[in-house]
């Protein structure tokens, strides 16, 4: 038994890859992102060096600020646009205005000019790279159609990020030894450009949405994301904790440099080689995260990848031994890989599509104020006590923060298995198997049970249509002109015909069976059927097929 699991497992793991290699659109959106955080790692170390040679450890701390807040401020100001038309050319103008701002970074360092400018042009960086993970995040569902190719997906950009995480600090490690921060700039801006370029071929049915270029509402809008994340205790839990992560991101920026040149004597090309240990572990946590992609368990593992963000700061400033600071940075990114699927899949599968990427980009302000919060309060601390003590106090907030979140993330866990046998359901109704998973998931959270004892009636013919049905256990027969016409059971549905033609029900139908249904109210099943073309498309024919079958006078289920 066991063996036949793991060997389960493992096909899991390898469907999670092959699912995307297959899928062109969510390739090139992946080979996007890969593209797009390779430059912004080999960006920050480059600016990090930049940072220190002006003024140490606080100039560090103090960039790390300054670059950070005006991003926090305008995420949620700028992420409703990728609530409007196509996501993808909100990363097209994201990712072409940090090529073009980076590469100006590249020329400024090359002539020497005052780095003041550089912070400058980081700051616009960084204004536009806010705006990337809320859109590409958003992007991801609507190129789905279940919760295990979005599982997979985010499996596979966890591991994507990895790899960026590995190589873009190691591009910047070796160039920074035979070259300098101009050339680490240059190449950090054709990455960007060439993740622009990816996406300029993407083609998708996208569910709809507003207008791109209406008259735009940005203060009501900004709101209503805020508003979803404020009502909902376990976005707000899942937002808390990857903030806490963001924090220890912040000072890994500033632990990096000072590790290597105060605490190991590694000089400035070492800055480079930790953070390149955190990508290693990074793709070694992303292979070990595939395994996740079928487990009902990804509010545990996001605790434990909360966990390994803080931990191994602790360690280093215990045992501040060269192998083992490698070995231990390592261990960040096995807890960044666990984030990247659990916390990215968990926050996909809770927020409605409508203000998904408003939701990511409360995300994004919150990492960039505590990036830029964390970056500063360890160089304050640094000053204080010293560099090993703050290691100890700044890697102990994720840990204990996780732990004080534990019961709450496995209940989540139990919420969202029940969300997903809903979600199974819906999805074996033909009609229905057509649409995009946000589009399903936003029909599961307008269903409503209702239970019919055997023998009675669901509806009448002549009755007013205002629900359409999907059997959950039990059958039902279907009547018309005194006589059954079809027989339903688990995972079939009728009433659509009186919903989709605006007309009374033309036949009866009435539970054989003790009998248990979900409902969706008319407008709630009009508005993402009709809205989406392949299913619209589907319904219409479907229709056609039923009346022919079960009703010579054109009369509905």
Do not use: K
């Not at 790899?163 to 950090?188: I, K, S």
């Not at 990215?344 to 960039?368: C, H, I, K, N, Y």
Request: glycine share 10%; net charge neutral.
């Amino acid at each position: 038994m066991g063996e036949t699991g793991s060997r389960q497992r493992l096909a899991d793991a390898a469907s999670a890859f092959t699912s995307n290699a297959r899928n062109p659109d969510l390739r090139r959106a992946q080979l996007s992102f890969l593209g797009a955080w390779t430059a912004e790692w080999a960006f920050t170390v480059a600016l990090g060096i930049v940072a220190y040679r002006d003024g140490g450890a606080v100039a560090l701390g103090l960039v790390g600020l300054l670059r950070m807040l005006p991003s926090a401020l305008l995420a949620p100001v700028l992420s409703p646009f990728a609530d409007r038309g196509r996501r993808e050319r909100v990363l097209v103008v994201v990712s072409t205005v940090r090529g073009v701002v980076t590469g100006a970074a590249a020329v400024v360092a090359a002539l020497g000019l005052a780095p003041v400018a550089i912070y400058a042009l980081a700051v616009l960086s960084t204004i536009a790279a806010t705006l990337f993970r809320p859109a590409h995040s958003a992007l991801l569902p609507s190129l789905c159609h279940t919760g295990h190719e979005l599982a997979s997906a985010n499996v596979v950009r966890g591991m994507l990020d990895s790899v960026a995480t590995l190589v873009g600090p190691l591009v910047a490690a070796v160039l920074l030894e035979v070259a300098d921060v101009d050339v680490v700039f240059a190449v950090a801006a054709a990455a960007s450009l060439w993740s622009a370029a990816l996406l300029l071929r993407l083609h998708y049915d996208a569910p709809p949405r507003p207008d791109a270029v209406r008259t735009p509402h940005l203060l009501r809008e900004v709101v209503e994301g805020l508003g979803v994340v404020a009502r909902d205790r376990d976005l707000s839990l899942v937002l808390g904790l990857a903030a806490a992560q963001s924090f220890t991101r912040g000072a890994l920026t500033v632990f990096s440099v000072l590790v290597s040149i105060e605490l190991l004597g590694r000089g400035e090309p070492g800055a480079g080689t930790l953070m390149t240990a955190v990508g290693v572990g990074a793709v070694c946590g992303s292979l070990a995260a595939s395994l996740l992609v079928e487990t009902r368990r990804l509010g545990g593992w996001f605790a434990l990848g909360v966990t390994l963000w803080g931990l191994p700061l602790v360690l280093v400033g215990l045992v501040p031994a060269d192998a083992a600071a490698l070995a231990f940075m390592a261990l960040v990114g096995v807890g960044n890989a666990l984030i990247d699927v659990a916390g990215f899949t968990l926050l996909g599968r809770m927020a409605p599509d409508q203000v998904l990427a408003r939701v990511f980009g409360v995300l994004e302000s919150l990492v960039a104020i505590s990036i830029g919060a964390g970056a500063l309060a360890t160089a304050w601390i640094v000053d204080a006590w010293g560099l090993r003590p703050a290691l100890v106090v700044v890697g102990l907030v994720c840990p204990v923060l996780a732990a004080a979140s534990w019961w709450r993330l496995r209940a989540l866990d139990r919420t969202v298995g029940e969300h997903d046998e809903v979600v199974g359901l819906l999805q074996r109704v033909p009609m229905l198997r057509t649409l995009p998973l946000p589009s399903v998931e936003q029909l599961a959270r307008g269903l409503e049970p209702v239970t019919v004892p055997a023998g009675a009636t669901v509806f009448h013919r002549g009755d007013v249509g205002d629900r359409y049905y999907v059997v959950e256990s039990g059958r039902v027969d279907v009547l018309g002109d005194d006589r059954v016409i079809a027989s339903l059971g688990p995972g079939e549905g009728f009433g659509e015909i009186a919903l989709l033609r605006r007309s009374t029900r033309t036949a009866s139908v009435v539970a054989t069976t003790d009998l248990r249904l979900q409902a969706l109210g008319s407008d709630h099943f009009l508005a993402v059927v009709l809205g989406y073309t392949p299913s619209a498309r589907e319904a219409s024919l479907g229709v056609d097929q039923l009346l022919d079958r079960y009703d010579p006078d054109r009369s509905d289920p």
